[in-house]
């Protein structure tokens, strides 16, 4: 049973900056590309950075809306995974989740980012 836990999201004005973090239990953590999704207010889930696993090369990808702003990376020694955000704009607001970047596992709570002024 893989248990999803994210943590570090919050309030922040626009150009400001937050860190997401996610601890993943109970999974292969190690064999499988991870992913950060975003639901904004009224739309559907959305993945807007993946990151593959080490045997891959640790490939990062990202949505264009947050390319050069967010930086996925990972700690398989930790099975956590980070989402860096900078630059932060008022459409990034939204509930994130870490999940498995393909056939996602089941969702945990997710963390609300709300970037507003």
């Known amino acids: 049973q893989v248990q999803l836990v994210e943590s570090g999201g919050g309030l922040v004005q626009p150009g400001g900056s937050l860190r997401l973090s996610c601890t993943v239990s109970?999974?292969?953590?190690?064999?499988?590309?991870m992913g950060w999704y975003r639901q904004a207010p009224g739309k559907q889930r959305e993945l807007v950075a993946s990151i593959a696993s080490i045997a891959l090369g640790g490939k990062t990808d990202y949505v264009d809306s947050v390319k050069g702003r967010f930086t996925i990376s990972r700690d398989n020694a930790k099975k956590m995974v980070y989402l860096q955000m900078n630059s932060l704009k008022p459409e990034d607001t939204g509930v994130y989740y870490c999940?498995?970047?393909?056939?996602?596992?089941?969702w945990g709570q997710g963390t609300q980012v709300t970037v507003s002024s």
């Open positions: 999940n498995r970047a393909n056939s996602p596992w089941s």
């Open positions: 109970g999974s292969m953590f190690d064999f499988n590309g």
